[in-house]
């Protein structure tokens, strides 16, 4: 989980995308409201979703593996429900 949270908060950092962090270890708040906005077709089997997710406000956008996939084809900005910056793909 810790390389995956990385993985993201990297790549965020690098193409200067704004975002907040948000802690749900610690904060039983930010855990409370994850689990409610991930949507049920979203949660595992059993337990509670872990992280990453990404959201944007309280749009729920994917899990690790779905902003993984985006990377990969170049579609990060459309998954992020952003607007590229002019010149990147």
Known sequence: I???QQDVLGFLEANKIEFEEKDIAANEENR???RENVPEDSRP???NPLPPR???D???LGDYEAFFEARENNA?????GLTAPPGSK
């Open 2 to 4: 810790k390389k995956q």
């Open 76 to 80: 990060v900005y459309a998954f992020l």
């Open 32 to 34: 409370k409201w994850m």
């Open 54 to 56: 990404l959201f944007n």
């Open 58 to 60: 309280s749009r729920y």
């Open 45 to 47: 089997a059993s337990g």
